[in-house]
């Protein structure tokens, strides 16, 4: 139960002073800016590819050397995931705008990448060694991985900050 007591404990918040719990204010900014800087360009590269992936999956996947087979089947099986990308890269990019979809959006980015990273991984592992092209883009999921990762972390913070700036103005 909350008392009186415990509420007279809490502490108040005072501009421009540091929080131990949520960092300088400084220290918030640049995690926000780190955030949604992430988050943009995660969501974008995802949205862009996903879109390359659905409308011209020819010159993507041509891009990479790959040649697809002239089928309706298979073209149907390369674009429903491209579009499902899109999305996700969508959705990704929302958290670098909107404050509250902050959170769910680096999740999102960390499940993405690290999902994609480790398909290729899998593939290495039962397939052999891919092109250069395939382990550049595996490095690049890695990264955007961790700094989504990165991200998802660093939002705790944040959250408190925005709320506090919501509450005040």
């Known amino acids: 139960a909350i008392s009186r007591n415990s509420l007279q404990k809490l502490p108040v918040p005072v501009p421009g ?4 719990d949520r960092g300088s204010p400084r220290e ?3 995690n926000l800016m780190f955030t949604r800087l992430t988050l943009g360009v995660a969501g974008g590269l995802a949205l862009g590819i996903g879109v390359a992936i659905t409308l011209v999956p020819d010159a993507f996947y ?3 050397g790959i040649v697809l087979p002239a089928s309706p089947d298979f073209y149907s099986e390369v674009r429903a995931p491209g579009a ?3 999305i996700l890269g969508a959705l990704m990019g929302i958290g670098a705008l909107k404050p509250d979809w902050r959170r769910f959006s680096a999740a999102l980015g960390t499940c993405v990448f690290f999902a994609y990273a480790a398909g290729r991984m899998v593939g290495i592992a039962l397939d052999g060694m891919p092109s250069e092209a395939i ?3 595996l490095a690049i999921e890695l990264v955007l991985g961790g700094l989504c990762a ?5 939002t705790r913070r944040q959250t408190g900050r925005t709320h506090q ?3 005040a103005g």
Do not use: E, F, T
């Open 62 to 64: 041509g891009s990479y």
């Open 135 to 137: 382990l550049l883009a």
């Open 150 to 154: 990165l991200a998802l972390r660093r």
């Open 84 to 86: 499902n990308l899109a």
């Open 28 to 30: 918030i900014d640049m």
């Open 165 to 167: 700036a919501q509450m």
């Open 17 to 20: 002073q540091a929080r131990p």
